[in-house]
């Protein structure tokens, strides 16, 4: 049986390790901007194409908790329990590049309520981390 998720992978040249799968429908990626310290979520599902083969990644809803110089929460944002709430635009990336360091708190990965570092799956090279949907065939 085949399952839906997602697969984490350095983007660095001459990285050659191998992606890791991580199970998942549905999951919140979180992080606070190093800067501002304003807490961002974007909650995404990873879906299969209409034909049934490609999985893709879909974002559903994301929010900011305030805004602040350069982070402004679009036009269409609603301001809701402390909480800029909206629709992303972007409906079915391919995959995010997640630029990470070793300067600033690592991105979470958030699914049924529990919410831990994306270095729990992929440790980070200081670098990019590719986030792509993909299916894991035993």
Known sequence: MSLLGVCLSLAAAGVSAQ???????????????????????EDYAI?????????ILQALKARVR??????????????RNGWYEYQ???WSPKGLRLTRSI????YEWCQTGQCLPLGQW?????????????????
């Open 47 to 55: 879906k299969l194409s209409p034909d049934g083969t490609t999985p």
């Open 122 to 138: 992929l440790p980070s090279d200081g670098d990019i981390t590719l986030l792509e949907p993909c299916i894991d065939q035993p």
């Open 103 to 106: 300067y600033t708190a690592d």
């Open 66 to 79: 305030g805004s602040a110089a350069g982070m402004e929460p679009p036009d269409d944002a609603v301001l």
């Open 19 to 41: 992606p890791v799968f991580v199970p998942a429908q549905r999951f919140t990626l979180a992080w606070t901007h190093s800067i501002e310290k304003v807490r961002w979520e």
């Open 88 to 90: 992303p635009t972007t």
